[in-house]
């Protein structure tokens, strides 16, 4: 049973409901959305990496934003001990979530910060991801 509407959004892969919504909500309410575990100890970014197969801009749009929500996500296990990056390895996500839940803290601050300041459309997300990760290589 899903604790709230995003788990089962993300569980049926409704990415434009799930954008849509956050784009109208409350910040506050959506990041204490963000950080509500269903009974299998997972976040909602543990449902977006099992189900983010295909790629669409909606997708893209979802995940940056869904970290904006709840960094500590990437690095949250579920009662499984699987991070959303494991989870989306295992289930064969599209590269640009699995890039999207690669970052680490440093570039994440990056991301978060500024150098996308939430660009939507995934040549953006793909863009500013590789920058990051060519940055922090260095």
């Given amino acids: 049973m899903p604790v709230n509407e995003h788990h089962a959004w993300f569980k049926t892969r409704d990415w434009p409901i799930v954008y849509g919504d956050?784009?109208?909500?409350?910040?506050?309410?959506?990041?204490?959305?963000?950080?509500?575990?269903?009974?299998?100890?997972?976040?909602?970014?543990h449902w977006l990496a099992a189900k983010a197969q295909t790629h669409t801009h909606a997708l893209a749009d979802v995940g940056v934003y869904s970290i904006w929500l709840n960094p500590q996500a990437l690095t949250t296990?579920?009662?499984?001990?699987?991070?959303p990056l494991d989870i989306a390895r295992r289930s064969g996500a599209c590269a640009e979530i699995i890039d999207l839940l690669s970052l680490t803290p440093f570039s994440l601050n990056f991301l978060l910060?500024?150098?996308?300041?939430?660009?939507?459309?995934?040549?953006c997300v793909c863009v500013c991801v590789q920058v990051i990760k060519t940055f922090v290589s260095k």
């Fill in 22 to 45: 956050m784009a109208h909500w409350d910040k506050d309410l959506l990041r204490r959305k963000y950080k509500e575990r269903d009974k299998h100890g997972r976040l909602p970014h």
């Fill in 77 to 83: 296990r579920d009662n499984k001990g699987e991070t």
């Fill in 113 to 123: 910060f500024g150098l996308v300041s939430i660009i939507f459309g995934i040549p």
